[in-house]
């Protein structure tokens, strides 16, 4: 038993550090904040002012065009290739060999000098520089050891194309307008290579020193400096601020010790806020807390409602506002009850507040909505009953975020409608909780009201076929299921659960109902049998309840209302006729004893009083007070004499309770009535 117990606690444990390893594992690692934006749309979060010193660089679109401007007037570098003169003389001599005369060719060779002395400029710096205002091109001279800059008027040099046809039309001057063509064309426009070529390493030098103004800083906005503040418009410039802030900020960030203590305080604000949840289930809830299934169920559904909120926020914006967490409470006040609901909501709550940009408002208005969902449903035994927690969860949210908009603001500026819509999605959300209350049932095994209502409604083909079958029976489930619900009402317990286990706590006796007493019509199968026959024919009825149930998939709950509404009683009757009858000293009790066991829960024992009391008042002569009064107090004295509520929680007090409350009802059903006189002529 010990070693059991043990094992339960070390999986109560298990379970605490693996939902905190979760939820830690998917929070946004990092120690500051993090900021959703977007371009011209408004910042929508408090004001931020710089944590440091950071420099105002200029936003992309001003960077560019002021990027275009000086790449539009610089003024590129180049450098002369000496030998490309001779090379393009040597080229056009071989070329124009035997194509041309003499003379023409001592024209166009001293024409070819004259341009390159000029320069012939690459085809894609004369396109550039032919554009600038003086034409100007720079070179790289070396005069006394030292290099320096000379700038050059490039309006007399030409490109290789420019070159040709300055080269033409003079030709074609001197040679009666002969311009040139064929062979001789083709020779000189292949010989014609550029001599002025770009100063590579120059240019990309002094290009980047221009740059520098580019990407250099405007200014400097100093620690505590505001940087955007609440619902201003994100513009260019703020936006490459902001982008700044963050990079610098990454970079400022603290050494990896400063990032354990951040994730250590995560952890321990985790697992204080499930701590405190295990100790009001250990202290105000044991039954609860014992049972390891429901300890998994509300630990797993609270994980998952955070880590969803988590997902919301790190991918949809204001997306931790879609998730509906008054369903929370919702859920587990079918399978708990309202202060496990309510605890388990704050708890929620707190631990999603980690991710939420503004905590405290998030709180505020999480816990109103969902204690307005809890308080609006109390006990969820209808579908309607979500859309009408649904409407009050939708005004709750509204409320709320009016009034955190007025504390926070002092105005209503920053009032965004969009709000209102996800507030109305997320109640839209919360109708549909019933479907999760279906998917918790059939994972975890339990029971919620709406099933047990479902179960109770008395055209159930199981109900129906006991009333056929069994009508004695089924009218005996009828008067046990009144007088249980009075009871557990009186007393705090489950009303709904008692009503629906009572009408399925003797359908074992469809086995065989001629045995049972209220369904025999003068014949009494009993007479010819011996009274531990009999007696087990009347016992077994348990076990054919609960083959019953195994085969019709009733819920465990109302199994448990067949197993133990007799716990480990006798069959009194037959037992003390076998002792009248019997010979020997003494008669075995084991085979007049139902299996059991005695009732484990309230409700189960409220069951057991209602079915024996009810049974024994049929048998009353007088139905008196006195006699209903001394009945009721027969039997279940006699139950407790027995310690048959001794596993049960019910208590002294609730037993007495249970005592009167069947005592008034068997009082109204028993009621002596006035007898209608007759006329006399």
């Not at 969820?380 to 504390?407: E, H």
């Not at 019997?582 to 009790?589: G, I, L, M, Q, R």
């Not at 009802?665 to 006329?679: F, G, K, M, V």
Request: charged share 20%; glycine share 4%; aromatic share 12%.
């Amino acid at each position: 038993m010990k070693k059991k117990i043990s094992q339960i606690a070390l999986a109560r444990i298990g379970i605490l550090l693996g939902a905190t390893a979760i939820i830690l594992f998917l929070l946004p690692h990092a120690d500051r904040q993090s900021y959703s934006y977007e371009l011209s749309q408004p910042w929508k979060y408090p004001l931020l002012t710089a944590d440091f010193d950071m420099p105002i660089l200029r936003d992309s679109a001003t960077a560019n065009a002021l990027r275009d401007s000086i790449d539009a007037n610089f003024v590129p570098f180049v450098e002369r290739d000496a030998s490309a003169e001779k090379a393009a003389l040597t080229r056009f001599g071989n070329s124009s060999a035997g194509k041309a005369s003499p003379e023409e060719t001592a024209t166009l060779q001293r024409l070819l000098r004259e341009v390159y002395s000029r320069g012939v400029l690459d085809a894609k710096v004369y396109e550039k520089i032919k554009n600038l205002k003086p034409r100007q091109v720079r070179m790289m001279v070396k005069e006394n050891g030292a290099t320096t800059v000379s700038t050059t008027d490039a309006s007399a040099m030409f490109s290789p194309a420019k070159a040709f046809e300055y080269i033409d039309s003079i030709y074609s001057h001197h040679h009666s307008s002969r311009r040139l063509e064929g062979d001789i064309a083709r020779a000189l426009n292949i010989s014609l290579t550029p001599n002025m070529v770009t100063d590579s390493a120059a240019d990309s030098k002094f290009r980047s020193q221009e740059y520098l103004q580019v990407n250099g800083a405007q200014g400097v906005i100093k620690k505590g400096q505001r940087i955007v503040d609440r619902g201003e418009i994100i513009t260019p410039q703020v936006y490459t601020n902001l982008n700044t802030y963050m990079e610098l900020l990454d970079k400022n960030q603290g050494t990896h010790n400063d990032h354990r203590y951040f994730y250590a305080g995560q952890f321990l604000y985790i697992l204080v806020c499930f701590s405190i949840l295990y100790l009001f289930m250990a202290l105000y809830r044991s039954r609860f807390f014992n049972s390891l299934r429901k300890m998994i169920f509300l630990m797993a559904f609270i994980t998952l409602f955070v880590v969803f909120a988590i997902l919301m926020f790190e991918y949809v914006p204001n997306g931790i506002y879609f998730v509906p967490f008054a369903s929370v409470p919702v859920v587990i006040l079918v399978f708990f009850d309202s202060r496990t609901a309510i605890f388990s909501l704050l708890v929620t709550v707190l631990i999603s507040a980690l991710v939420a940009v503004f905590p405290y408002q998030f709180i505020f208005m999480e816990l109103a909505a969902g204690l307005v969902a809890a308080f609006s449903i109390h006990r969820l035994s209808q579908r309607s009953q979500l859309l009408r927690t649904a409407a009050f969860s939708f005004l709750a949210y509204c409320l709320t975020y009016f009034v955190s908009s007025l504390i926070t603001d002092g105005n209503l500026d920053n009032f965004a409608w969009r709000m209102i819509g996800i507030f109305a999605i997320n109640a839209v959300i919360l109708s549909f909780a019933y479907i999760m209350i279906l998917i918790v049932e059939k994972i975890f095994g339990f029971t919620s009201t709406v099933t047990l209502v479902e179960l109770s409604d008395i055209n159930n083909p199981l109900l129906r076929r006991l009333a056929e079958e069994a009508p004695g029976t089924f009218q005996h489930s009828m008067q046990v299921s009144t007088l249980a619900s009075e009871a557990a009402r009186a007393i705090g317990a489950d009303t709904q659960l008692v009503r629906t286990g009572a009408l399925y706590h003797d359908i074992g006796k469809l086995e065989s109902p001629i045995f049972f007493t209220e369904n025999q019509h003068g014949i009494n199968p009993h007479s010819g049998l011996n009274p531990e026959t009999s007696a087990q024919k009347i016992i077994s009825h348990v076990a054919a309840g609960l083959q019953i149930a195994a085969k019709e998939n009733l819920p465990e709950v109302i199994r448990n209302f067949i197993s133990e509404h007799h716990g480990k009683s006798m069959a009194r009757y037959f037992y003390n006729t076998a002792v009248n009858q019997s010979s020997e000293a003494e008669v075995d009790k084991s085979k007049f004893t139902y299996p059991g066991p005695n009732p484990q829960s309230k409700e189960t024992a409220i069951l057991m009083m209602a079915d024996a009391v009810e049974a024994a008042s049929r048998s009353l002569q007088d139905y008196s007070r006195e006699s209903i009064n001394n009945l009721v107090d027969k039997i279940i004295n006699g139950q407790q004499s027995e310690g048959l509520f001794r596993d049960s929680p019910i208590s002294f007090r609730d037993v007495e309770t249970v005592k009167e409350t069947f005592k008034k009802r068997l009082a109204t059903i028993y009621h002596s009535r006035i007898a209608y006189p007759e006329i006399k002529k």
